[in-house]
């Protein structure tokens, strides 16, 4: 098997605050039946950015204008940075997007009514999408733990970038802002995985 790691470089995409709500949680902070608006289709096949936004409460401040992305899931969970998070007054759980258990607790507030949740806030760790055929082409198993290499002015390499496989992905890095402003780097960068 050829390993593309050295001769294919792989997409950035700067991953801003955002939400992702399960229909129940939804309907709470809209009203019952509501509908989200698409206003973007994102990298990832079948999922979008919504004209819909919240504000996000924490014990010290709150963030307002978090937009929520689509599709409906299984689990409501919000996705900051860290900075956000000493904003927000609460301690960062770095975590794979969709494990929530015992991680920090948030209020969302919407223009029906708001949802205190006990947990579901979380700082996503850096990840890398593939689908099955990238992972073989690349090299990489589902959880692999990766690093990638930014060339530039301030060039660096990112350790603990978790592999994502599934058949539904694309190749697409995903990093926080924090972590892309720190390196300079832009949606639309590549880097080299190492």
């Known amino acids: 098997m050829q390993n593309y ?19 129940e949680t939804m309907e709470i902070l ?7 608006t698409k206003t973007k289709d994102l990298l990832q096949p079948g999922e979008h950015a919504c004209a819909e936004q919240l504000t996000v409460v924490g014990p010290r401040n709150s963030i ?9 899931r299984k689990i409501t969970q919000v996705e900051v940075s860290i900075t956000d998070t000493i904003r927000l007054g609460i301690i960062p759980c770095i975590r794979v997007s969709g494990d929530i258990a015992n991680s920090q607790p ?4 919407g223009p029906k009514g708001k ?7 979380i700082v996503a ?4 999408h593939f689908s099955i055929q990238e992972a073989l082409n690349y090299g990489v198993k589902d959880k692999d733990s990766l690093s990638i290499k930014f060339t530039g002015e301030r060039g ?6 978790v592999a994502r496989v599934s058949n539904n992905m694309i190749s697409e890095c995903h990093l926080d802002a924090d ?3 720190a390196a300079g780097i832009k949606s639309g960068a590549m880097a080299i995985i190492l």
Do not use: W
């Open 115 to 121: 949802v205190d949740l006990k947990e579901g806030c």
């Open 30 to 36: 809209f009203g019952e039946g509501y509908q989200l």
């Open 5 to 23: 790691r050295a001769t294919n470089p792989v997409l950035i995409n700067v991953s801003a605050r955002h939400i992702h709500l399960t229909k």
């Open 179 to 181: 972590e892309a402003n």
């Open 64 to 72: 307002e204008k978090v937009r929520i992305l689509g599709p409906l």
């Open 156 to 161: 660096l390499v990112f350790d603990n970038v």
């Open 125 to 128: 760790k850096r990840h890398i």
């Open 106 to 109: 948030i209020t969302l507030v």
